[in-house]
């Protein structure tokens, strides 16, 4: 059975500082992984996807790599403003059209 | 386009009762989702449906039903609610599914049973 990790499960910073959000997962056998946004009592924004060919992806100052050997993927988010505070998702697809989700990591950028 | 969008958004049951949550999207995808989260925890797949007409199992689908009869909408129901279904609940859509293909969700039903 699957399991995605996502540790720690807070975290405090300051403005300006880059942010790194881990996500490890069980079983490599996985066709993508997102990485979700999610703000208090809102739904999930998708910010990356990476296919299982793919080692990484980019959309502005989001870098988010995947390592499927090691079941591990890393979110960077380069520069952190306090819009950025809310809680991160990873989930991976495998097989049976399903998404394993993490428990979240719940970011404060403070000013 | 309104994307995934989910009726009622919140909503209150004694034990016992039933009601039916409603998802629809109008992106033509293929593939739907329901999904329960509770506090702490990830998102926890109840059923899913990869087309009209059909529906199957997630991780956590006792005491929920389904059902997908036409492309845009996927019905969730309690038949008879319980305290431990009390959570927020997301409907999902994707365009299909095993490729880059991203799931959208929508903004959540909050539901609580007493």
């Known amino acids: 059975k699957q399991e995605v990790t996502q540790i720690p499960a807070a975290l405090s910073v300051p403005e300006g500082e880059n942010l790194v959000l881990n996500c490890s997962f069980t079983?490599?056998?996985?066709?993508?992984l997102q990485w979700f946004r999610q703000d208090p009592g809102k739904g999930l924004t998708s910010l990356l996807l990476?296919?299982?060919?793919?080692r990484e992806q980019t959309s502005g100052r989001l870098n988010a790599s995947l390592d499927k050997s090691s079941g591990r993927s890393t979110l960077y988010i380069a520069a952190s403003q306090p819009g950025d505070s809310a809680t991160y998702l990873c989930?991976?697809?495998?097989?049976?059209?399903?998404?394993?989700f993490g428990g979240g990591t719940r970011v404060l950028v403070k000013p | 386009n309104a994307g995934v969008t989910q009726t009622p958004k919140f909503r209150v049951l004694k034990t016992g009762q039933s009601m039916t949550l409603l998802c629809a999207q109008d992106?033509?995808?293929?593939?739907m989702y329901w999904y329960r989260q509770d506090p702490g925890m990830g998102l926890r797949l109840i059923h899913y449906?990869?087309?009209?007409?059909?529906?199957a199992k997630g991780e956590v689908p006792d005491g929920y039903n389904v059902s997908r009869l036409k492309k845009q909408n996927f019905l969730l129901g309690l038949e008879s609610a319980a305290p431990s279904q009390t959570s927020v609940y997301f409907c999902?859509?994707?365009?299909?599914?095993?490729?880059?293909?991203?799931?959208?969700f929508g903004p959540g039903t909050r539901l609580t049973v007493t």
């Open positions: 079983d490599s056998a996985i066709y993508n």
């Open positions: 989930a991976v697809e495998a097989a049976g059209n399903k998404l394993t």
């Open positions: 990476i296919q299982s060919s793919q």
């Open positions: 999902a859509s994707s365009y299909t599914a095993q490729s880059s293909y991203e799931q959208y």
């Open positions: 449906s990869v087309g009209e007409g059909t529906t």
């Open positions: 992106m033509n995808h293929e593939y």
